[in-house]
């Protein structure tokens, strides 16, 4: 079993920051990429940004140079720096990780709980 449990979301003015931290546990081999999708209501799941091998991050377009994703692989967690914040963004933010579990298993997708960010005009 893989968990990943998220904090830092909560309610924020237009133009504040927020961080988000999320720190998987469990039953990890190794990680190959982590990050952040969001889901606002009524809309799909989008990605944020997602750290891949090598270091490798992409944003999405509405958040570019405003939010910045890093990893830390000794305690395999992600964060996600949210600056400049709009009402737009107001959302629930889900970690995301893709593992294996074993040297010869499969990688496996997981998700976080969810935080919710809420960001007033």
């Known amino acids: 079993q893989v968990h990943l449990v998220e904090s830092g979301g909560g309610l924020v003015q237009a133009g504040g920051s927020l961080r988000l931290s999320c720190l998987a546990s469990?039953?990890?081999?190794?990680?190959?990429?982590m990050g952040w999708y969001r889901q606002a209501p009524g809309k799909e799941r989008e990605m944020v940004a997602v750290?891949?091998?090598?270091?490798?991050?992409n944003y999405a377009d509405a958040v570019k140079g405003r939010f910045t994703a890093s990893r830390d692989n000794l305690k395999n967690a992600v964060y996600l720096q949210m600056n400049s914040l709009k009402f737009e963004d107001t959302a629930v933010y889900y970690c995301?990780?893709?593992?294996?579990?074993?040297?010869?298993?499969?990688?496996?997708?997981?998700w976080g709980q969810g935080t919710p960010v809420t960001v007033s005009s």
């Open positions: 995301y990780l893709e593992a294996t579990t074993g040297r010869s298993s499969p990688t496996f997708r997981y």
């Open positions: 469990g039953s990890i081999f190794d990680i190959n990429v």
């Open positions: 750290i891949r091998p090598g270091g490798i991050t």
